[in-house]
């Protein structure tokens, strides 16, 4: 079982920045990819980034360049630093725990809401 707790959204102006951290429970932290989702109204969820046990990293092509996803194995913390914001940035950005087997259990976190003013 693994709990996620978000944090650090808010609202910024366009080209600001903001750091999102996750908060994980559980031992197997550091065997899981990790990654950061967001939803907007109206739209389906979507990765955003995601790291890897190993720490490699990949990004959705409307992200690459402008944010950068971290994690520290000793605190169980993942990290999205989030920079040049833009609006249609906005949405609820969802911590996930990836499954450590193919047909394994992931897990969500609640989310927290990131909103971009033009």
């Known amino acids: 079982q693994v709990q996620l707790v978000e944090s650090g959204g808010g609202l910024v102006q366009a080209g600001g920045s903001l750091r999102l951290a996750c908060a994980a429970s559980?031992?197997?932290?550091?065997?899981?990819?990790m990654g950061w989702y967001r939803q907007a109204p109206g739209k389906k969820r979507e990765l955003v980034a995601r790291?890897?046990?190993?720490?490699?990293?990949n990004y959705a092509d409307s992200v690459k360049g402008r944010f950068t996803i971290s994690r520290d194995n000793a605190k169980n913390m993942v990290y999205l630093q989030m920079n040049t914001l833009k609006p249609e940035d906005t949405a609820v950005y969802y911590c996930?725990?990836?499954?450590?087997?193919?047909?394994?259990?992931?897990?969500w976190g609640q989310g927290t809401q990131v909103t971009v003013s033009s």
């Open positions: 559980g031992s197997s932290f550091r065997l899981r990819p």
């Open positions: 790291i890897r046990s190993g720490g490699s990293t």
């Open positions: 996930n725990a990836g499954a450590l087997y193919i047909g394994g259990e992931e897990y």
